[in-house]
């Protein structure tokens, strides 16, 4: 069964530093997303991606947050200067459409904890 | 704001009974509402998904029904195994945004 990739499983860095998530989607979908889940929260969505750009984007993504995809096959979230609230577990995932027919497919995550 | 609700926490069950989660949202109603399962530390895994204009959806030993009027969608789990037991998300994708908005989940507890 296809999956999405989503490396590192965990990143822990300093206050300040940018961190780069990095994620593979399904390889025939043509949406992708970003989420995060604060540990014992609700997911939370942060971000949309379609045809190389943002189509939609929470008030959580701010000016701190960008996504690229650089390729043909990744799709990045990157947190320039991090605080300590952006600590949570981050979730990449795709869609064929827009979740209407099969929903999406989140992949594993990428803890990160900012310290 | 849309708000999803799902109202209990925790649900525990015995074994070869039929778990019935809940999910209610606020205002208007959205195109569709997902139901997802996640283990600890995992990502969501998609499992059900029903339209606004379905009134119920089954697949296996699973089934959600969508009640437009009550504002409400169950999910059901009939004879439910030791092996259902996880935290179930019920989403709402509202026509015209990509967002998926989450309530925050019932955890499910199957007792052998």
């Known amino acids: 069964e296809p999956e999405v990739t989503q490396t590192p499983s965990h990143q822990v860095t300093q206050m300040g530093q940018e961190v780069i998530l990095r994620c593979v989607p399904i390889?025939?979908?043509?949406?992708f997303y970003w989420y995060r889940q604060i540990l014992g929260q609700k997911v939370e969505f942060l971000v949309s991606f379609y045809n190389n750009e943002i189509s939609e984007k929470s008030e959580i993504f701010d000016d701190q947050f960008s996504v690229e995809r650089p390729d043909g096959s990744n799709f990045t979230l990157k947190i320039r200067s991090t605080k300590l609230e952006d600590s949570a577990m981050y979730f990449c995932?795709?869609?064929?459409?827009?979740?209407?027919?099969?929903?999406?497919?989140f992949g594993s995550g990428t803890r990160l904890t900012v310290v | 704001s849309q708000k999803i609700e799902q109202n209990s926490e925790a649900l525990n069950i015995q074994e070869g009974k039929t778990a019935t989660l809940t999910c209610n949202y606020t205002?208007?109603?959205?195109?569709?509402l997902q139901w997802y399962r996640q283990d600890p530390g995992r990502g969501p895994v998609f499992l059900l998904l029903?339209?606004?204009?379905?009134k119920e959806k089954r697949k296996e030993r699973l089934k959600v029904t969508f009640d437009t009027t009550l504002k409400q969608s169950l999910f059901h789990i009939t004879a439910s195994q030791p092996a259902d037991s996880a935290t179930y998300l019920c989403?709402?994708?509202?026509?015209?945004?990509?967002?998926?908005?989450f309530g925050s989940g019932t955890r499910l507890q199957v007792q052998p």
């Open positions: 390889s025939n979908h043509l949406y």
């Open positions: 995932a795709s869609s064929e459409l827009l979740g209407q027919l099969y929903g999406y497919t």
């Open positions: 029903i339209r606004e204009n379905e």
């Open positions: 205002n208007y109603s959205p195109a569709y």
């Open positions: 989403a709402a994708k509202y026509t015209g945004r990509r967002a998926l908005t």
